[in-house]
């Protein structure tokens, strides 16, 4: 190994959900290659096989207390399909906003407790903004914090007051929803919304979410930072070109979407549509062509790709070719990027579709891609809550499962996440479950092309003495990883 | 007085931390703040990362940071065939559950928070292929990592908050105890847990009492009725607090309109049944709330049943009030 080649192993690496370690090549300053671990193992898959269907209602959301409404979602969603059932639209439009609750939780988590913090970090002591990101952002102490969470313990009162408690409520059914809302539930929830609303216009965006929501082009943008209204928003706007965070963190560039709170957007369409954006272009998704590949996961059967719905989860505690418990899904065996920025790049919001087009997925761009969500998403569940009618039905009975398999999609804050359910003598036979960050922080495949995230560090400055390289940090906590779904 | 505590996560989904993000009246921060608890590193919240983190865990081995409350979220895994590399802590190259029994060897307070640090809990539901255990409990047994013998430097035993999740205040009400020297053996129930939450029951509170009395049953999900006789639920017997003390704002499992699954207890994870239908034998429910005869309980229902008010019975099957209480209009004289 020359002077210059060096190696590098980052863990545990925080303020990220879950365990992650990454191994880092490095040569004359730059990550020439990255693996990427995640360091534990949970199996839920095996969990699940052999039980009664509907007890994956209760397990399948365990698996996640960052993901567990969304991951309640997909097992909901595969079991009504099992069962040939739709649910009640007063419940799929409850079951929208409490996924909408959960998503919107995480973001704001992500912008203000696990991104922004490493901004006031010593390397960037010298900048012109650091005495007002460290003011604001600093870990556990940064102005902005406590108020964001104020702020998330709020809108969490939605699932107080229709879904019980989170994380881990019970309440999206395959019919539907477990509770009613009446007249007075439909104020209150207006009234969360519009307290979040306040909080986020008045700290994050400095200005009413509809004009965030507007933003079309990356002009526009730059206005913002020069002379746009002061919020969090507008300083990361700053310190993103200081640091050109668009040049940061560039993966593959096709964009996967399952599809986003179905029945949410105009004429029974899902809000946000399912596809993959490669090349600059829309794609219909091909779920067939969806499998897994173990050659350097820790697990059985490395010969052969998955299709999830004949996929194993057999954990090789003895192997040393795998180096992460992380499976490697592949879309036409090619790596795929999901998250925010795949859902509104599918939907075609300008801004992002302008951002994507100019430099592709990077640190900035996901960033970006999630802040626009918050807005949007929240005007949206506005228009959820009131068209929730009391009196009309919120679920309908289950129906019988004999045999049968379907697929349970939809999307997590971080991303794509699907369950694969197949059902034989009213038992589970199968369960696999292919979450977000099993997509983004795949490890390499069998023709040894690395996950998104491996081929996002490619490149990456690393300056002299750094242990933790913060450029590093940055990629990596831009994808709001959850590794405790990936391991699931 | 600084109270110093280290928050490890293993075998587990993380949601008790971000349940405890939502802490309120008031928050999180200044709750800690205010009784003197400081994270010396949380794997959430704090700046530190990679080599830092590792820095500060030296310290706290080497005594040059004190440890007041080693935390640990998520169960301990001792697996494949006891080498506990089904979880390796990060960066590090060594397993997470000798780090944890290091740890706990000099802590002065052991904390398991939630059920799967506790006694394992759906991490280490069957096949358990992980070995999953908890720190001094394996389901209902003492034992797990740290043997069922373990004391901490303090004298106590481990201090299990269980619960999936974790209610935000019962893990910060324990912390500030603790910090306070208040929280003493006798405060701990026989499975380890705090009492001043544990001595409760779910059904203390349940807004469907009155539809419990009669027995005026739900039937699908959304009914108003109670949820003991069809729906899986067990709030007569969980020991929690959940229904006096509101989960993000006014919210409880029974609440939401979903059965308790008593999910503060060990084997929570295995009930031998489906999670969301009572058994029965000869159509009466197995599981009767465990202090009540058996044979009183029949006589009792069937008799509730027989005075049931049209109003709760009609209403138990239905989504909202179908027929409100009567207002009585007392007669002028």
Not at chain 1, 226 to 231: A, D, L, S, V
Not at chain 2, 176 to 191: H, K, N, Y
Not at chain 2, 268 to 286: Q, R, W
Request: aromatic share 8%; glycine share 10%.
């Amino acid at each position: 190994m020359s002077e210059a080649a060096t190696r590098l192993i980052v863990g545990p690496f925080n303020r990220v959900e879950g365990d992650l370690e990454v191994r880092l090549e490095m040569e004359d300053g730059v990550v020439t290659a990255a693996f990427v671990n995640a360091t534990l193992f949970r199996g839920f898959e095996r969990i699940l096989e052999g039980r009664d269907p509907s007890d994956a209602l209760v397990i399948a959301p365990r698996i996640c207390g960052i993901c567990s409404v969304s991951q309640s979602h997909a097992a909901a969603l595969a079991l009504a399909g099992v069962m040939g059932i739709a649910p009640a639209r007063n419940g799929q439009i409850a079951a929208n906003i409490t996924l909408a609750t959960e998503n919107l939780a995480d973001h704001l988590t992500h912008f203000h407790l696990f991104f922004m913090p490493d901004f006031a970090r010593g390397p960037y002591r010298d900048r012109p903004w650091f005495d007002r990101a460290e003011a604001r952002f600093a870990a556990l102490r940064g102005a902005s914090v406590r108020p964001m969470m104020q702020t998330r313990a709020l809108l969490l009162h939605v699932m107080g007051l229709i879904a019980g408690h989170w994380p881990h409520t019970l309440a999206i059914q395959p019919g539907g929803f477990s509770r009613g809302v009446d007249a007075r539930d439909k104020i209150k929830l207006l009234a969360i919304l519009s307290g979040v609303r306040a909080a986020l216009e008045e700290r994050l965006f400095g200005t009413a979410l509809e004009r965030v929501a507007a933003l079309a082009d990356p002009e526009e943008l730059s206005a913002w930072r020069m002379h746009g209204p002061e919020g969090d928003f507008r300083l990361f706007l700053e310190i993103a070109a200081d640091l050109h965070l668009e040049t940061l963190g560039r993966a593959y560039d096709r964009f996967l979407c399952y599809g986003a709170y179905p029945g949410g957007g105009a004429d029974g369409a899902p809000l946000y549509p399912s596809g993959l954006f490669a090349h600059g272009l829309e794609h219909p998704l091909d779920l067939e062509a969806i499998a897994e590949d173990h050659t350097y996961a820790r697990m059985e059967n490395r010969g052969l790709m998955h299709p999830p719905f004949m996929g194993s989860t057999s954990p090789d505690g003895a192997d040393e070719q795998g180096y992460s418990w992380c499976k490697a899904p592949r879309l036409s065996n090619e790596p795929c990027e999901t998250g925010a920025l795949a859902r509104q790049v599918m939907d075609g919001q300008p801004l992002v579709r302008a951002l994507v087009a100019r430099a592709g997925g990077n640190v900035f761009s996901r960033v970006i891609a999630r802040l626009l969500e918050v807005a949007r998403v929240l005007i949206q569940m506005e228009t959820w809550t009131k068209a929730l009618e009391p009196g009309a039905p919120w679920c309908v009975p289950a129906g019988t499962i004999g045999t049968g398999r379907a697929v349970g999609l939809t999307e997590a804050a971080r991303g794509a996440l699907g369950h694969w359910l197949r059902v034989e003598n009213g038992r589970i036979a199968g369960y696999q479950i292919i979450a977000p960050t099993t997509w983004n922080f795949s490890p390499r495949d069998a023709r040894g092309l690395p996950g998104p995230l491996e081929r996002a560090l490619i490149g990456a400055p690393v300056q002299s003495g750094e242990t933790t390289p913060v450029s590093v940090q940055h990629i990596v906590r831009s994808f709001d990883p959850c590794m405790a779904c990936t391991v699931h | 007085m600084v109270y110093n505590v280290l928050w490890l996560q293993s075998g587990g989904c993380g949601g008790c931390t971000m349940s405890m993000l939502a802490a309120e009246a008031p928050d999180l921060l200044t709750t800690l703040e205010g009784a003197g608890i400081r994270f010396l590193w949380h794997p959430s919240l704090s700046e530190a990362t990679g080599a830092e983190a590792r820095a500060i865990f030296d310290d706290i081995l080497a005594g040059r940071l004190p440890l007041d409350a080693f935390c640990v979220e998520g169960a301990l895994l001792r697996g494949p065939n006891g080498t506990g590399k089904f979880h390796i802590l990060a960066g590090t190259g060594e397993p997470a559950v000798d780090w944890a029994r290091r740890l706990a060897a000099i802590a002065r307070h052991v904390v398991a928070v939630g059920t799967c640090a506790a006694y394992g809990g759906v991490t280490a539901a069957s096949p358990n292929l992980l070995d999953a255990c908890g720190l001094a409990y394996e389901g209902f047994y003492p034992g797990g990592a740290l043997g069922a013998s373990f004391r901490s430097r303090s004298g106590l035993p481990v201090v299990n908050i269980a619960g999936c999740p974790t209610h935000p205040n019962w893990v910060t009400e324990t912390l500030m105890l603790l910090a306070a020297e208040s929280l003493s053996e006798d405060d701990l129930d026989p499975l380890g847990r705090p009492r001043f939450y544990a001595d409760h029951l779910v059904h203390h509170g349940c807004t469907r009492n009155e539809y419990y009395e009669y027995k005026a049953s739900a039937r699908e999900p959304s009914d108003l009725g109670c949820m003991m006789e069809h729906m899986g639920c067990i709030g007569t017997q969980a020991h929690a607090d959940c229904n006096t003390r509101a989960w993000n704002g006014e919210g409880s499992c029974t609440r939401g309109g979903y059965a308790c699954i008593h999910c503060t207890a060990p084997e929570f994870e295995e009930p031998g049944h489906l999670f969301l239908e009572t058994p029965k034998i000869a159509g009466i429910p197995v599981g009767l709330p465990t202090d009540m005869p058996k044979a009183w309980f029949v006589a009792l229902s069937s008799l509730a049943k027989a005075a049931t008010p049209e109003r709760l019975a009609r209403n138990a099957t239905s989504d909202h009030v179908l027929i409100p209480p009567v207002t009585r209009v007392p007669r002028r004289s």
